[in-house]
């Protein structure tokens, strides 16, 4: 499968490593983007082919992935619409906010074949989340390839469109509310004479073995909490500390933000 990307910023990187790293050959993999400069560099770094322009993308993929901001993929989907409705590749959008009904209204065309997606960063090290949405166009078959391709770089869940912005919030925003919350650890440890990098390490093992838990666990979150809680203790006196700063508060109010600012 030839595999093309149209933008490679922060999350294109992302998808072209963890699928490098599993296997996918570069020379399977095609891209541009506004800066010749990025691309060009970026190609020489990894052996991914440096397409001249979004049309030859299109033209040399079977999959094309939409990674660019929200703001100028309406300038960019005009400028590649002949090859769109030409070489009709499988378009995979990881644009946040840009609903599939969006894309082919954009396009002109409800006849091209869309894959919504919502990855996050972590597909990079093979341990990303990432929702998909198709639309009517794409044969199982061809869904079936774009799942198998995420589900290289991590776990995957269909879900309905109208349920995207809340997923945008639970994994595709939520890496970086949990790397705030293992520095905020981390600094913690610092006030109390940690050297920074050894307190992220261990806070770092300690949200990864925490997770790790979760999901291995019959218990839920909640009831892991009590079990770590010994009466009278550490973990009791820090969560009530935490509660009266608003700690479950705080992360429904960012949610609710990164939800409003996704439906716009
Ligand atoms: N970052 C994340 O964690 C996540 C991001 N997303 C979504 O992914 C999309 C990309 O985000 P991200 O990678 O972070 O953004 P970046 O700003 O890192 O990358 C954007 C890319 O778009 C390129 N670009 C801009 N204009 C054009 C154009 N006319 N033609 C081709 N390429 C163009 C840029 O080119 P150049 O590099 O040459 O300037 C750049 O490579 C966004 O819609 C975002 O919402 C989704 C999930 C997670
Ligand atoms: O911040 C953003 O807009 C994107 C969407 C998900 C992660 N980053």
């Not at 506004?34 to 079977?62: L, M, P, W």
Request: with cysteine.
């Amino acid at each position: 499968m030839k595999i093309g990307f149209i933008g490679v910023g922060n999350m294109a990187k992302a998808i072209i490593e963890g699928l490098m790293s599993k296997g996918v050959e570069a020379k399977n993999i095609f891209i541009h983007s506004a800066h010749k400069s990025n691309y060009e560099v970026y190609s020489q770094e990894t052996g991914v082919s440096a397409c001249e322009s979004n049309s030859e993308v299109i033209e040399k993929s079977d999959v094309v992935f939409l990674a660019v901001k929200p703001i100028v993929v309406e300038k960019v989907l005009k400028e590649v619409k002949d090859s769109v409705l030409t070489h009709d590749p499988v378009l995979v959008s990881v644009v946040t906010g840009v609903s599939v009904a969006e894309l082919e209204d954009i396009l002109g065309s409800k006849d091209v074949k869309i894959v919504r997606t919502m990855p996050n960063v972590n597909v990079e090290i093979g341990e990303g989340m990432t929702a998909l949405h198709k639309n009517d166009n794409v044969s199982d078959e061809d869904y079936q390839l774009v799942k198998e391709l995420f589900e290289k770089i991590g776990k995957v869940a269909d879900i309905e469109e109208k349920d995207f912005s809340t997923f945008v919030a639970l994994a595709g925003s939520s890496p970086a509310f949990v790397y705030f919350f293992i520095d905020s650890l981390a600094r913690s440890g610092v006030k109390y004479g940690l050297n920074k990098q050894k307190a992220t390490q261990i806070a770092a093992q300690a949200v990864l073995g925490s997770a790790l838990k979760v999901l291995k666990s019959d218990k839920t979150p909640w009831e892991l909490v009590d079990d770590v809680s010994s009466p009278g203790g550490t973990t009791v006196a820090g969560l009530l500390a935490m509660e009266e700063a608003g700690f479950m508060t705080s992360i429904v109010k960012g949610v609710d933000a990164t939800i409003s600012k996704d439906k716009g």
